[in-house]
């Protein structure tokens, strides 16, 4: 657990968190490493909300099975103590209510959820899950990567995926083939940046953007790479006059009312997300994200070499409705900050007011009063970005590219919302789901 910042941090081009800066201006994370995003990320475990699972037409009783195949191999009951009891109490008394004690359910109110960090904080990750699979059925490749999917064309029919082109870490290429089994398919889950990168360079995507790297067309796609949208996060830090244990999130405040999500971290991880400063390790940070903001954006490729993260625009707060949802949300954070249950763990007389123009001073912003402002000046990644290859624009709903055949993409691209207060749980779960759906994958 506690190489977690130091992972994120990481500058190597072996990396497992790979270091970009989306066309906002707004720095960001990419994972290249079995486990994806769950190798990286701060653990917090949750599930989706029903009303989720209604929208995008799963079926309840596969999901709540396919959760709970994940469930008993990566989640598990995290310690409240301190101040994240302080946190807890802090919310509900700020009218994030009721409290609903420990649940991996989505549920209005304040609630303890799951980590992925055991109780001797050793990380478990998408990984953990090979260990169902029957080993003479699965071949797994470390430090290699997809380059290529490939296609057969024949005029008048879709073209066919039928292999892909990987790299090894020494540089050299190789070639995976289907067998010939009529259902066989590949299975695309490079995430929400990887997942259109490699089918732009595979040739599907918007023809004149693939012409513009000389990537040849296999089928002109154009909203691969569009409906991008990353969920806006705000902080603010909170200097306490007494030790705060290192902790990443454990309790999370849903107001599905405003349309936002509370967290909070603490310690060297608190002080870490802004600061180098050791001195500061004494100290809790809370932040807010938007459940489903309204502004999108999109992505391109800079060059037809996988190894260069694309470009990536996701127009934070272009659309006003997503500013007055992070307003909504700082108030309730001002409202914990301030709230009795919280009084022991920042200094007397502290207020909202002078914990934001403290955040904004270590964040080397300009000063503001604005809330608005404020979140603008202030927006974070909270590395929940998603679309790209969305359901019913780029794939179908068994996750089956459209226009093409033996390919799907299950991953975060696919999404148009990201699935409650963090999206891991939901990620693990559809790959199970797909098995549990009775649809031929393999």
Known sequence: MMGYLSTLRGTSPSSAAQQFVSTDGVPNQLPR?????????????????????????????????????????V??????IGWQAAFRDGLVEAGVSPDNGFTYEH?????????????????????????????????????ASVH??????????????????????????????????????IILSAGALGSPQVLMLSGIGPAHHLKAHKINVVLDHPMV????????????????????????????????????????????????????????IQSTLILEKLA????????????NDLDE??????????????LQMCVKAMEIIGRVVESKAYSIYRYPNTTFESVMQY?????????????????????????HYHGGCQVGQVVDSDYRVMGVNSLRVIDGSTFINSPGTNPQSTLMMLGRYMHNSNIRLL
């Not at 190798?39 to 099975?65: H, M, Q, T």
């Not at 569009?226 to 999370?252: A, F, H, T, W, Y």
């Open 148 to 185: 290529r999917i490939l296609f057969k064309t024949v005029p008048g029919q879709k073209p066919k995926a039928y292999g892909v082109v990987f790299r090894d870490s020494k540089g050299n290429n190789h070639t995976a083939l289907l067998n010939r089994k009529g259902t066989s398919e």
């Open 359 to 383: 955040t904004l001073e270590l964040s080397g912003k300009q000063q503001t009063h604005s809330l608005e402002q404020f979140c603008i000046n202030t927006v974070r990644t909270i590395w």
């Open 75 to 80: 989640a598990f009951r995290p310690q409240v």
């Open 225 to 280: 790479g569009q409906g991008m949208s990353d969920n806006p996060n705000n902080v603010v830090l909170i200097p306490s006059p007494r030790p705060v244990e290192n902790s990443l999130v454990k309790v999370v405040g849903i107001a599905d009312d405003v349309g936002c999500y509370i967290e909070a971290v603490g310690g060297f991880f608190a002080s870490g997300v802004l600061s180098t400063d050791q001195t500061l």
């Open 107 to 143: 549920l209005q109110g304040t609630k303890i959820g799951g980590s992925i960090f055991d109780k001797s904080g050793n990380r478990h990750t998408a990984a953990d899950l090979l260990e169902y699979a029957d080993q003479t059925m699965i071949t797994v490749y470390l430090r």
């Open 292 to 303: 489903q903001p309204f502004s999108t954006g999109y992505l391109e490729l800079r060059s």
């Open 33 to 73: 490493v079995l486990g994806g995003g769950t190798a990286i990320n701060v653990g917090f475990y949750s599930r989706a909300s029903r009303e989720y699972v209604e929208e995008v037409g799963w079926e309840p009783r596969l999901v709540n099975k396919s959760y709970k195949w994940v469930e008993r191999k």
């Open 309 to 322: 993260n694309p470009k990536v625009t996701f127009n934070y707060f272009k659309d006003p409705r997503d």
